[in-house]
């Protein structure tokens, strides 16, 4: 049994300089050239079943979005390793106890921000070997649970590289063992239930070889049975802005499943950072570790079309609620700068620079340099308001345009201010030096401006994501017990996690992991259980 101490990292600070020109030029990378990093074609050569997991009764697992930091991952690993869980409904007093998960799949970004083996190892595998570690019990690969994992755009931006070593064939990944050698993967489930687990690469298309592993495992359903896709993305939610977003299911559903008769009764993802569920059969449940995602944005209803029609599916439940999303936003004017001290920082540091430019040229204004600076300035902002956006509009433009005039503002506030100072009149160097005296009242100001634009931004659908990534929020995190009863049905139990866990210390009691919470975790049910038939 592996005994070290794990790698306790912090959240990622997305909006750290370094790490926020690095998601913008991987998304860029990633939609220009996508297509030359894809490895799933090479994976042909690798064989791999269909995988059987058709007994009487299963309980099966599902969690995605998972390797960020350390406290926040550890706490999902550490529910998900516990023989078994004792819950709660928020509005019942009746309490429930599930047993953990025979097989374990993983929904999608199983690291952040991008896919290395050393990432991998600090922010994924570590947290969840120390929650369930391997035994040295010569007979444990037959009573191990097993797992499955599903790449996301994360693990996708080495190119798959070090996923396919974590999750290769036969790999020990703490207590759970991982049989797959690809990327995408098809499950036998008990009483005619199936899961289809598929790798759409950055929503580019499904390569030939998925589509013949798909075809030959179809080749065993039968009229009646029930399938579950379980896919990178929640692409039936970005329908409303996008309508072919859900192309892709919609041609997979068509090509391998055809005009049997065999049912899609779930669409399963993770990708998006909370837990949202559309009619009875479309959930989201992005809750594994990862910053917490807003929900108050998330349409209505959702018209997943279909051929000659689009059925309606109204957004029954979120998690968190639309009101403490609401609530969640309002908190990016403080944690935004406590996470990312080094962004405040360049915010000001560029204040100062337009400042030492106004200061410089007088007494002219509009000189090469402050033209430069403030041209800067406003790229930036309005690349900034497209950062994800999945079609630009003229409120993207818009958003971008008034946020830099916001800042503009501030540097013309900030020179006629400084211009009633006495450091104005020294001699140079001094009264260019000087100008040093404004980076921390600058970097303070200038920090909140952002905060301001990305709340306004978000009640027009601009910069959503950013609004919750600045905030790096590790609370309100959630994941999926299914159980797969005797009778056929299928029960989903929509798992919550109100506070992650902050402090650990060595585990004295009977569970297998090696650290505990130094205070008790307190899972509940999201909502009611589901039932499906």
């Given at each position: 049994?592996?005994?070290?101490?794990?790698?306790?990292?912090?959240?990622?600070?997305?909006?750290a300089p370094g790490q926020l020109a690095g998601t913008a030029l991987r998304v860029l990378l990633a939609q220009r050239?996508?297509?030359?990093?894809?490895?799933?074609?090479?994976?042909?050569?690798?064989?791999?079943?269909?995988?059987?997991?058709?007994?009487?009764?299963?309980?099966?697992?599902?969690?995605?979005?998972?390797?960020?930091?350390?406290?926040?991952?550890?706490?999902?690993?550490?529910?998900?390793?516990?023989?078994?869980?004792?819950?709660?409904?928020?509005?019942?007093?009746?309490?429930?106890?599930?047993?953990?998960?025979?097989?374990?799949?993983?929904?999608?970004?199983?690291?952040?921000?991008?896919?290395?083996?050393?990432?991998?190892?600090?922010?994924?595998?570590?947290?969840?070997?120390?929650?369930?570690?391997?035994?040295?019990?010569?007979?444990?690969?037959?009573?191990?649970?097993?797992?499955?994992?599903?790449?996301?755009?994360?693990?996708?931006?080495?190119?798959?590289?070090?996923?396919?070593?974590?999750?290769?064939?036969?790999?020990?990944?703490?207590?759970?063992?991982?049989?797959?050698?690809?990327?995408?993967?098809?499950?036998?489930?008990?009483?005619?239930?199936?899961?289809?687990?598929?790798?759409?690469?950055?929503?580019?298309?499904?390569?030939?070889?998925?589509?013949?592993?798909?075809?030959?495992?179809?080749?065993?359903?039968?009229?009646?049975?029930?399938?579950?896709?379980?896919?990178?993305?929640?692409?039936?939610?970005?329908?409303?802005?996008?309508?072919?977003?859900?192309?892709?299911?919609?041609?997979?559903?068509?090509?391998?499943?055809?005009?049997?008769?065999?049912?899609?009764?779930?669409?399963?993802?993770?990708?998006?950072?909370?837990?949202?569920?559309?009619?009875?059969?479309?959930?989201?449940?992005?809750?594994?570790?990862?910053?917490?995602?807003?929900?108050?944005?998330?349409?209505?209803?959702?018209?997943?079309?279909?051929?000659?029609?689009?059925?309606?599916?109204?957004?029954?439940?979120?998690?968190?609620?639309?009101?403490?999303?609401?609530?969640?936003?309002?908190?990016?004017?403080?944690?935004?700068?406590?996470?990312?001290?080094?962004?405040?920082?360049?915010?000001?540091?560029?204040?100062?620079?337009?400042?030492?430019?106004?200061?410089?040229?007088?007494?002219?204004?509009?000189?090469?340099?402050?033209?430069?600076?403030?041209?800067?300035?406003?790229?930036?902002?309005?690349?900034?308001?497209?950062?994800?956006?999945?079609?630009?509009?003229?409120?993207?433009?818009?958003?971008?345009?008034?946020?830099?005039?916001?800042?503009?503002?501030?540097?013309?506030?900030?020179?006629?201010?400084?211009?009633?100072?006495?450091?104005?009149?020294?001699?140079?160097?001094?009264?260019?030096?000087?100008?040093?005296?404004?980076?921390?009242?600058?970097?303070?100001?200038?920090?909140?401006?952002?905060?301001?634009?990305?709340?306004?931004?978000?009640?027009?659908?601009?910069?959503?994501?950013?609004?919750?990534?600045?905030?790096?929020?590790?609370?309100?995190?959630?994941?999926?017990?299914?159980?797969?009863?005797?009778?056929?049905?299928?029960?989903?139990?929509?798992?919550?996690?109100?506070?992650?866990?902050?402090?650990?210390?060595?585990?004295?009691?009977?569970?297998?992991?090696?650290?505990?919470?130094?205070?008790?975790?307190?899972?509940?049910?999201?909502?009611?259980?589901?039932?499906?038939?």
């Amino acid at each position: 049994m592996d005994t070290t101490e794990p790698i306790r990292k912090k959240p990622v600070a997305w909006f750290a300089p370094g790490q926020l020109a690095g998601t913008a030029l991987r998304v860029l990378l990633a939609q220009r050239f996508g297509a030359y990093l894809d490895k799933r074609e090479l994976q042909a050569m690798f064989e791999q079943p269909t995988f059987r997991h058709d007994s009487e009764e299963l309980w099966l697992d599902y969690v995605a979005d998972v390797g960020d930091g350390f406290d926040s991952t550890y706490s999902i690993a550490y529910l998900l390793a516990q023989p078994g869980l004792d819950l709660t409904h928020p509005e019942s007093d009746a309490e429930t106890t599930l047993p953990r998960g025979q097989v374990l799949v993983m929904g999608g970004d199983q690291v952040y921000p991008v896919g290395s083996a050393v990432a991998y190892r600090e922010r994924c595998e570590g947290p969840y070997s120390t929650a369930f570690p391997d035994s040295d019990d010569d007979g444990a690969d037959l009573r191990a649970p097993a797992l499955y994992a599903l790449p996301g755009n994360h693990d996708w931006y080495d190119g798959l590289t070090a996923f396919l070593r974590l999750f290769g064939k036969g790999r020990h990944f703490g207590g759970w063992r991982s049989p797959q050698s690809r990327s995408y993967f098809a499950l036998k489930l008990p009483h005619g239930w199936w899961l289809y687990a598929i790798d759409e690469q950055f929503d580019a298309y499904l390569d030939e070889p998925q589509m013949d592993y798909f075809r030959a495992a179809a080749k065993e359903l039968k009229p009646g049975d029930r399938v579950i896709i379980a896919s990178p993305a929640p692409s039936w939610v970005y329908t409303e802005e996008k309508p072919s977003e859900y192309d892709t299911i919609r041609y997979f559903i068509k090509k391998i499943i055809g005009d049997r008769d065999v049912r899609v009764k779930l669409h399963l993802s993770g990708d998006a950072h909370h837990y949202a569920r559309y009619g009875d059969g479309f959930i989201t449940c992005g809750g594994g570790g990862a910053y917490l995602a807003g929900t108050h944005g998330l349409p209505k209803g959702i018209a997943v079309p279909v051929v000659g029609a689009a059925a309606v599916h109204p957004l029954r439940t979120t998690y968190p609620s639309k009101e403490d999303s609401k609530r969640y936003g309002w908190g990016v004017f403080w944690r935004m700068p406590l996470r990312n001290p080094t962004f405040a920082l360049l915010i000001g540091l560029l204040h100062t620079l337009v400042l030492l430019a106004f200061v410089s040229s007088k007494p002219r204004i509009l000189t090469l340099p402050v033209i430069g600076i403030v041209t800067i300035a406003f790229a930036a902002t309005v690349g900034f308001s497209t950062l994800e956006a999945r079609v630009i509009r003229k409120r993207h433009w818009a958003a971008g345009f008034l946020h830099g005039c916001g800042h503009l503002t501030l540097a013309i506030a900030g020179m006629i201010l400084w211009n009633r100072l006495p450091f104005v009149h020294l001699d140079p160097p001094w009264g260019s030096a000087s100008t040093l005296l404004y980076l921390p009242v600058a970097s303070l100001l200038g920090v909140q401006i952002v905060a301001a634009y990305l709340l306004i931004a978000d009640r027009f659908g601009v910069n959503r994501n950013e609004l919750f990534s600045g905030q790096g929020i590790i609370d309100s995190k959630s994941f999926l017990r299914m159980k797969f009863a005797k009778d056929g049905s299928l029960t989903i139990y929509p798992i919550g996690l109100e506070r992650s866990g902050r402090a650990w210390q060595p585990n004295t009691g009977p569970g297998p992991s090696l650290l505990e919470p130094a205070e008790p975790l307190e899972p509940h049910l999201i909502e009611a259980p589901i039932v499906l038939s």
